[in-house]
């Protein structure tokens, strides 16, 4: 079947939607039996429950003739096999195709992009096995302990999301930290704690052109031979991950390079070199193996047309309900794992540089909204920061929890007839049916109105598969509200105009205006 691309205002389905505003309510399946049975199998031992959603079976059937009217599974079943979807950059979007093939080869320019994206991840598992078995070591004879991602972005908060999720899952066989921000103070407080002769920084950039990565590297390189280290040599204490066009491609200033393509995402990278690098360096590729193959399940359970069977279909066309039939214009990512602290950070990144656009895919002025405020802290400490607003606030915004039966750490206390484990579910189970259900109070003050949507991605514990599950479960929800949005997902011109202004300043040239003059004068640039 041929795919037709449509926005969203032209679609006959959306039109019948529209007239559900204001007639559902948070409730309809909030009962025992409606619980059970709003569960949906996400992959990698993950499930989406949606019971406490603004939702009736009606709606579901709504939503499902919307997503089979934007031919959302067709369009999904056409990225993967390499159609070129990021019409803004005349290319093809293959991250799933790190982690499984699932509609047949992907060949460009004679070469198997697969097998192409498996030949550089199993370079890494090669050079890891040599760092980790002190075969490769630094350059004055000491074995590596510690890894530096130098990198932002797409080349920063996937990767170290996933870091920090697995820290305390598999003790890592090398420290990782991460250096991002072109804030001087940012590598400063890295580099201080290290020990530079057993330190490998891994370089991340897939343009190789990034103004704040390159100006890390060479904070780094400068710093350590400002430290005078007899026998050191910089070059043999970084490797890069860049794509094959960028100009770091084929360094000799680095010990090896390892390479993703233009048709990966920056936001999306995580399963490519960008995040297997630091993975398998830190926890050894077996664990960066068992994320490939949690994402693979997600993937293959988002191709199934049913949106009742397709966890992924329905977390994206519910916010697409929310978003613009009941017009929320945020939602919240509320992890109860405290492993999972950069993961709503990372989320900003890869939905909000996604969906964050004004115009459709033929750039055209769009007249409905699209990409909402991305926003969240872990649970229990939300609850003690900004839940007051979506308790009471004006505003209604969907919150999207995530939850663990069990701790990632064997260790936990019974206090007061409950384990801290207990607790944390508790809460979070308080949280769901207190924004679902509310408290009625005669004082105003202290009345709930409930009637608050929210979602629950439910797992057994956060290992590096279920992890891998999650991370392609908001990709793939991301990459369908594109579709049905009709918007390109995978350019961000958005971010271009702040990188000229920032060059123009800088270069302190005539051609500066004065408003920029006038804000540079302040800062005393
Ligand atoms: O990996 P690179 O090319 O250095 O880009 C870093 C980040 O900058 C952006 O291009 C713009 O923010 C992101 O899309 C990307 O992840």
């Given at each position: 079947m041929s795919i037709q691309f449509h926005n969203l205002d032209t679609v006959k389905s959306y039109k019948t939607l529209l007239k559900r505003a204001g007639d559902i309510k948070v409730?309809?399946?909030?009962?025992a039996e409606g619980i059970q049975n709003s569960n949906i199998d996400a992959g990698g031992g993950l499930s989406y429950n949606?019971?406490?959603?603004?939702?009736d079976e009606q709606l579901i059937s709504q939503l499902q003739d919307l997503a089979d009217e934007q031919q959302v599974i067709e369009k999904y079943k056409a990225l993967l096999s390499?159609?070129?979807?990021n019409t803004g950059e005349n290319r093809m979007v293959l991250h799933q195709l790190t982690r499984g093939e699932l509609n047949g080869k992907v060949v460009y320019d004679g070469k198997d992009q697969r097998q192409f994206y498996i030949s550089q991840l199993k370079r890494i598992q090669s050079f890891a096995h040599k760092v980790q078995k002190a075969e490769i070591k630094g350059s004055t004879g000491k074995p590596f302990d510690t890894v530096v991602q130098i990198g932002i972005g797409g080349s920063d908060l996937g990767p170290r999301a996933l870091y920090l999720a697995l820290e305390n899952m598999s003790t890592p066989l090398l420290k990782a930290h991460f250096i991002s921000n072109v804030d001087p103070d940012d590598a400063n407080a890295v580099l201080k704690n290290l020990n530079l002769e057993t330190t490998l920084f891994i370089l991340v950039?897939?343009?190789?052109?990034t103004q704040e990565t390159l100006a890390n590297r060479n904070f780094v390189i400068e710093k350590s031979r400002q430290a005078?280290?007899?026998?050191?040599?910089?070059a043999a204490h970084m490797i890069a991950v860049t794509?094959?066009?960028?100009?770091?491609?084929?360094?000799?200033?680095?010990?090896d390079s390892f390479y993703m393509d233009d048709f990966i995402g920056g936001r999306y990278s995580s399963t490519s070199a960008v995040g297997g690098a630091v993975l398998s360096l830190a926890f050894g590729y077996d664990v960066f193996e068992q994320i490939l193959e949690g994402a693979s399940e997600a993937d293959a359970l988002a191709l199934n047309s049913n949106i009742k069977k397709n966890a992924s279909l329905m977390d994206a066309m519910l916010g697409i309900f929310e978003r613009n039939?009941?017009?929320?214009p945020s939602t919240a990512v509320l992890p109860y794992?405290?492993?999972?602290?950069?993961f709503p950070a990372h989320l900003q990144q890869m939905d909000m540089e996604s969906n964050?656009?004004?115009?459709?895919?033929?750039?055209i002025r769009l007249n409905y909204s699209t990409g909402p405020v991305i926003f969240g802290e872990p649970g229990t400490n939300g609850q003690h920061s900004f839940y007051q607003l979506l308790h009471q606030g004006t505003d209604i915004i969907p919150l999207q929890f995530i939850g663990f039966k069990?701790?990632?750490?064997n260790s936990d206390l019974d206090y007061e007839g409950s384990t801290s484990q207990q607790k944390l579910k508790a809460n979070l189970v308080a949280q769901v049916v207190a924004f679902a259900r509310g408290s009625f109070s005669s004082n105003t003050n202290k009345n709930f109105e409930g009637g608050r949507p929210s979602s629950l991605i439910l797992g057994e514990q956060l290992t590096a598969k279920s992890l891998g599950a999650l991370l392609a479960h908001f990709e793939n929800k991301v990459m369908f509200q594109g579709f049905v949005w009709n918007?390109?997902?995978?350019?961000?011109?958005?971010?271009q105009l702040g990188k000229v202004l920032a060059k123009q300043v800088l270069s302190?040239?005539?051609?500066?205006d004065v408003i920029l003059k006038g804000f540079a004068d302040l800062l005393e640039i």
């Open positions: 409730g309809s399946f909030l009962t949606y019971a406490a959603k603004a939702v390499g159609t070129i979807i950039s897939k343009s190789g052109t005078n280290i007899s026998g050191f040599n910089p794509s094959e066009t960028s100009p770091l491609a084929g360094s000799s200033d680095v010990l039939v009941l017009g929320y794992s405290q492993a999972l602290s950069r964050g656009k004004s115009v459709s895919r033929d750039n069990k701790s990632q750490i918007l390109n997902s995978f350019d961000q011109e958005g971010v302190g040239g005539d051609d500066m």
